[in-house]
């Protein structure tokens, strides 16, 4: 299957600090890239959906100006934790899509946020 | 708004068949049927999808019910690495997938 990769694994930052985190497709081209936040022992909930060259859905309850999303490529999106606090500390989850006939979402590893 | 309902969590011998239930009596006509998987700490994985048809992979058989109310998620032969968080979801496509509580299957040596 097709590959999607997240970096960092595991960002530690002060609160107040901004954290960026990449997400790429590896081996195919992401037509729609989407971002999970993921507590502990909860579900993943999906924050923000983005299309290549244009702003990204944010899901009801997300703050755009707070999750900044940037789509730039096919192969690539970001995802802007800006003046993180403690509460913002998750597992940020990324995936992609590719239309091959029938659709199928890969999913990133994951980053670990950790706000002190 | 919860379109799955699956048990909270269910244990399996290892190297037993592995079956997870789910209730789905609301889907619509145009929508899928997706099985994903969470082990610890781990992105989701994907296992399988249907629409009204069985289905088998490498990794499991989809089997859904005539009337497309619920479907069980086989696994074959399940290991130790088979315990995980196992999701039921169902949606018009990839695109819109909404991950529910879902199942933990804990594979029992």
């Known amino acids: 299957g097709a590959v999607v990769s997240q970096h960092p694994s595991r960002v530690i930052c002060k609160s107040g600090t901004s954290v960026k985190i990449e997400c790429r497709s590896l081996d195919f081209q992401a037509t729609t890239m989407f971002w999970y936040r993921q507590f502990p022992k909860q579900s993943l909930m999906l924050m923000a959906t983005s299309n290549e060259g244009s702003k990204a859905t944010y899901e009801q309850g997300v703050e755009k100006d707070k999750f900044l999303i940037n789509h730039a490529s096919l192969t690539l999106s970001t995802l802007t934790v800006t003046s993180a606090h403690p509460e913002d500390s998750s597992f940020y989850i990324c995936?992609?899509?590719?239309?091959?006939?029938?659709?199928?979402?890969?999913f990133g590893p994951g980053t670990r946020l950790t706000v002190l | 708004d919860a379109k799955t309902t699956q048990p909270p969590s269910m244990d399996c011998a290892e190297g037993r068949a592995a079956n997870l239930p789910c209730n789905h009596s609301?889907?619509?006509?145009?929508?899928?049927v997706y099985w994903y998987r969470q082990i610890h700490s781990q992105g989701p994985q994907y296992i399988i999808h249907g629409l009204k048809n069985n289905e088998t992979n490498e990794m499991a058989s989809l089997i859904i019910t005539e009337d497309r109310k619920s479907s069980t998620l086989i696994l074959p032969h399940a290991t130790l690495r088979d315990t995980a968080v196992y999701y039921c979801?169902?949606?018009?496509?990839?695109?819109?997938?909404?991950f529910g509580t879902g199942t933990r299957l804990t594979v029992i040596p």
């Open positions: 995936s992609a899509s590719s239309l091959r006939g029938w659709d199928e979402q890969f």
């Open positions: 979801i169902v949606g018009p496509g990839a695109n819109n997938l909404f």
């Open positions: 609301t889907i619509s006509g145009n929508e899928y």
